[in-house]
């Protein structure tokens, strides 16, 4: 079955910078496009970034665009979510998504990582 494994996240100061992985497995990752939420607390869960799957693609919210990149290693079944220029805002825990699509780019299978918190202090 799908398994994704999150982890990287932590507490920083504003300004500083985060490297989020998200390990896969139990489908075939090249094929597909993956993606990054985010959850803060007492908010829905949002869309952040996507790639696509050979990585030639990516996208972000608005929000995040120039301080965020997203890629990925098909070799090692790896995307990771490169985070600079934190800010307190972007506290929330950070959900890996596989096999996005539009419109919402949710999880076609519906498989999330299981989350890592990123808290940033002003």
């Known amino acids: 079955q799908v398994q994704l494994v999150d982890s990287g996240g932590g507490l920083v100061q504003a300004g500083g910078s985060l490297r989020l992985t998200c390990g896969a497995s139990?489908?075939?990752?090249?094929?597909?496009?993956m993606g990054w939420w985010r959850q803060a607390p007492g908010k829905e869960r949002e869309y952040v970034a996507r790639?696509?799957?050979?990585?030639?693609?990516?996208y972000y919210r608005d929000s995040v665009k120039g301080r965020f990149t997203i890629s990925r290693d098909n070799v090692k079944k790896e995307v990771y979510l490169q985070m600079d220029n934190l800010k307190p805002e972007d506290t929330a825990v950070y959900y890996c998504?596989?096999?996005?699509?539009?419109?919402?780019?949710?999880?076609?299978?519906?498989?999330w990582g299981q989350g890592t918190q990123v808290t940033v202090s002003s």
């Open positions: 998504a596989a096999d996005v699509r539009p419109p919402e780019y949710l999880p076609f299978t519906g498989s």
């Open positions: 139990g489908f075939t990752f090249s094929s597909v496009a």
């Open positions: 790639v696509s799957w050979n990585g030639e693609r990516a």
